[in-house]
């Protein structure tokens, strides 16, 4: 059944992704602002009763990134990607199209839940699995129908051989689905002892036991959620702005295998100098650091695809959004395995050194990797061309700024918290009080706060030019290029 | 082979699982029996305590304080000795955290006191001047959900076989006993609160939140 002309494809279900993409981008981010805040001024605190304190906002923030904005951008890539590199349209199978939309809608239910639960204070407590277990059935549900998904559209495919983007799916779906459930296994109370609320559960595991697997998953969640299927999206959308072909392949090989391989004995470096066996860490400690060859080869191999092409950088905006989530992607994987030594983590393990490490990834490699995907595809998606060039320029300046401002005192705040905890005078004493380590970063945490805000207006920004480039008039053909009419082919 | 792979998905998806589970059987199996055993001397918590962890779960004071002091003098010297793993052993799930944006509380019953807490929860900047906590003024209104906790200890020793009503260990018995062992110790911790609605409360068979936290916070030794 070869078509005897191009192939429509049907982009119903990832418009839906998109669009939930963005809506939880903005959600995730106005609470991530204003937890930013509440640090620099904690009177913020009290704007909504116990609803809107730091504790309550916390998890919400998180889970609101992660799990809203991030997981819609990878389930929208997919449901773009998918069928262009498996030459195959989603509406030649009735029942793929079901499952697509059965995803979407069950995801979307999930999400309002997890939202309406977080808020009045349902949460496990393990960070990034807080929710209890009648939603994580819900989330294991919509993993499925996403597995349905992959492996369905894969089953039909016309193209023999998998795109380098697909394996990363691939691996995405098998990692997350793994380490989500071992992580979640729990014991709901009320089911055994017939006492008490019925949505709440008690963990499988025990102190140290469950501190190991919680950080196997909080690590690798990072890994497969924040790396491996960001990694999928620039393989399909930096060739294809660019129109160069990827670097190499065999270096893509190698840092696929290389990352599958290395990544998963790293989670232990959450846990140095903790009661897990010394042995645990030093491994922990050790693959973070050969964790630097597979990642920067992704990294290296993205930033010669733009080999004697460089000149675009200057004329596409997209092609600067991913250039620099890329170098931001070195940035970020080398810094994980400078915070991994022991020595370094010493100082920086429960600082803020920590929350900068993980935004100057998430902002700058998976934030602008997502936000690009969105430009590339809404053109082909909606058959308009981008609205604005120029605010894509100012966006770009405004969030990379925020990026650096974040990061940068969130250094700063760290290392000097880290310095004045371990602090002692002449006679061996320690020299600060506790609270002393606190005051001092205020200035800090308003420089972050102003950072992330900077990064939320970019995003706002983001969301105009979207809306005005779906509001525009209809294009007869397929776009020439994502970026506005005019840039090069 | 990788081409090969390439074209098959099914076992291409079986190499993938396989390179990326085994890490984690090698790194997490072996210390599952090793771990789980407790210190001597380590006590499940009273079901006053745990409806306690459940107030410090809900509000996520996890994620500004760690409950967990690393083997530094400066650690050390701040908050006692270095944590052990069998400490942590009737910890359903561990609460060590990731963040210290206050300090670490795992031994905050041995300097804190329970009028010290009260007012910290009130109005955390008039016992630490510059604190960046909120107060959770709500923990005074809201009343400690002590039913799920009995059903949670209740499973813990029915699954997990934790020593509830053993010889030394916390008495867990009926519903019935437990309310009554429940409001003892709850009894102790009013007694030394000023604050007249819990106490008002209190006298009417109320719990609030606060009186269980502080028996979490005061237990944390």
């Excluded at chain 1, 597995?147 to 016309?158: A, D, E, K, N």
């Excluded at chain 1, 371990?422 to 004493?429: P, Y």
């Excluded at chain 2, 604190?131 to 029915?158: C, Q, R």
Aim: proline letters at 4%.
């Amino acid at each position: 059944m070869r078509p005897s002309n191009a192939l429509n494809y049907d982009y119903t279900v990832a418009k839906y992704f998109m669009f939930a993409t963005i809506l939880f981008g903005i959600i995730g981010m106005a609470i991530g602002v204003i937890i930013a805040f509440q640090m620099a001024y904690p009177d913020l605190n009290y704007l909504a009763g116990e609803y809107g304190t730091f504790g309550r906002l916390r998890p919400l923030h998180t889970s609101g990134v992660i799990f809203g904005f991030m997981l819609s951008g990878i389930f929208a890539t997919w449901y773009y990607i998918g069928q262009r590199v498996l030459k195959v349209s989603m509406n030649e199978s009735p029942f793929l199209m079901f499952i697509g939309k059965f995803h979407f809608y069950l995801y979307m239910i999930v999400m309002v839940l997890a939202v309406i639960s977080l808020f009045a204070g349902v949460s496990t407590s393990k960070e990034y699995a807080e929710l209890e277990w009648p939603l994580d059935i819900g989330v294991v549900l919509v993993w499925v129908l996403w597995g349905v998904s992959i492996f369905g559209l894969i089953g039909i495919r016309r193209e023999k051989t998998l795109y380098i983007s697909l394996w990363y799916y691939i691996a995405t779906f098998l990692g997350v689905a793994m380490l989500y459930l071992f992580n979640n296994m729990s014991v709901p109370t009320k089911l055994i002892s017939g006492y008490g609320d019925w949505w709440h559960s008690v963990s499988m595991y025990a102190g140290t036991n469950d501190a190991l697997v919680q950080w196997w998953y909080g690590h690798n969640a990072v890994a497969f959620v924040f790396t491996v299927a960001i990694i999928a999206q620039i393989y399909y959308f930096l060739p294809k702005e660019s129109g160069q072909p990827v670097f190499s392949y065999k270096l893509s090989l190698f840092a696929f295998w290389g990352l599958m391989f290395v990544y998963l004995w790293a989670g232990g470096h959450h846990l140095l100098y903790s009661t897990v066996p010394d042995w645990m860490q030093t491994m922990g400690s050790v693959f973070s650091v050969v964790l630097i060859l597979p990642s920067w080869g992704s990294a290296i191999n993205m930033l010669l695809t733009m080999k004697g092409e460089w000149v675009q950088i200057r004329e596409n905006p997209l092609i600067k959004f991913m250039i620099l989530a890329s170098t931001f992607y070195m940035f970020s994987t080398l810094e994980g395995p400078i915070l991994s030594i022991k020595s370094v983590n010493a100082l920086a393990h429960f600082t803020d050194w920590i929350p900068g490490h993980v935004h100057d990834g998430t902002l700058g490699w998976v934030g602008f990797m997502t936000m690009a995907a969105l430009y590339h595809m809404t053109p082909r998606v909606m058959k308009r061309e981008i609205y604005s060039k120029s605010l894509m320029e100012v966006q770009f300046w405004i969030q990379t700024t925020g990026i650096v401002l974040y990061f940068a005192s969130m250094w700063i705040a760290g290392i000097t918290q880290g310095m004045m905890w371990r602090a002692t005078d002449q006679f061996g004493n320690l020299a600060y009080s506790f609270i002393d380590t606190v005051t001092v970063l205020i200035p800090y945490y308003w420089i972050r706060a102003i950072g992330g805000l900077l990064y939320l207006v970019g995003f706002f920004i983001f969301t105009y030019n979207i809306y005005k480039s779906m509001s525009a008039k209809e294009l007869t053909k397929e776009p020439f290029s994502a970026s506005p009419a005019g840039v090069r082919g | 082979m990788f081409s090969w792979l390439e074209k098959n998905p099914f076992f291409f998806a079986v190499a993938v699982f396989i390179v990326i589970a085994y890490a984690g059987i090698i790194e997490i199996l072996p210390d599952f029996a090793n771990r789980a055993r407790p210190l001597e001397g380590i006590k499940p918590p009273t079901v006053l305590e745990l409806a306690g962890k459940h107030i410090y779960m809900k509000d996520s004071c996890n994620a500004c304080h760690t409950q967990m002091i690393r083997p530094f003098k400066s650690e050390t010297d701040r908050y006692g000795m270095y944590s052990l793993s069998g400490e942590y052993a009737y910890d359903r799930p561990h609460l060590w955290g990731s963040k210290r944006t206050g300090p670490d509380l795992k031994r905050v019953g041995n300097y804190r006191t329970t009028d010290w807490h009260e007012n910290h929860m009130l109005e955390p900047a008039s016992v630490v001047p510059g604190s960046l906590m909120p107060a959770y003024k709500h923990m005074f209104k809201n009343n400690a959900d002590i039913e799920t906790a009995y059903g949670e200890a209740l499973t813990t020793k029915k699954v997990f076989n934790v020593p509830y009503d053993m010889e030394g260990m916390p008495k867990l018995g009926t519903w019935e006993e437990t309310q009554a062992i429940v409001k003892e110790q709850a009894q102790m911790i009013v007694d030394e609160m000023k604050n007249q609605e819990v106490k008002d409360a209190f006298a009417r068979g109320e719990i609030r939140e606060i009186v269980a936290i502080i028996a979490y916070l005061n237990s944390l030794k």
